[in-house]
């Protein structure tokens, strides 16, 4: 099983927390739901970040690792 964590600020007043970081505390939370990977994305000028952990279960390696890519590379 794996995690995902996020947070969307809604105001309009600048954000003074660095949104990479906490994405990245968050879901090192849920470290037990995904051991094998992590990472985080964030956009601090829009107000948003996300944070996965992965847990390898069907494919161990390195293909597996998220974001996957299609053929078309999108």
Same mark, same amino acid.
């Given at each position: 099983?794996?995690? #995902? +964590?996020?947070?969307?600020? #809604? %105001?309009?007043?600048?954000?003074?927390?660095?949104?990479?970081?906490? +994405?990245? +505390?968050?879901?090192?939370?849920?470290?037990?739901? /995904?051991?094998?990977?992590? /990472? @985080?994305? !964030?956009?601090?000028?829009? =107000? #948003?970040?996300? /944070?996965?952990?992965?847990? @390898?279960? #069907?494919?161990? @390696?390195? @293909? =597996? !690792?998220?974001?996957?890519? %299609?053929? %078309? /590379?999108?």
């Amino acid at each position: 099983m794996c995690g #995902i +964590a996020g947070v969307l600020r #809604i %105001s309009d007043r600048p954000c003074h927390r660095d949104l990479a970081s906490l +994405a990245t +505390a968050m879901s090192a939370t849920l470290k037990h739901r /995904g051991p094998d990977a992590d /990472g @985080s994305w !964030a956009d601090n000028d829009k =107000g #948003i970040a996300v /944070g996965h952990r992965r847990l @390898s279960v #069907i494919d161990l @390696s390195t @293909s =597996g !690792a998220q974001p996957m890519l %299609s053929a %078309s /590379g999108r």
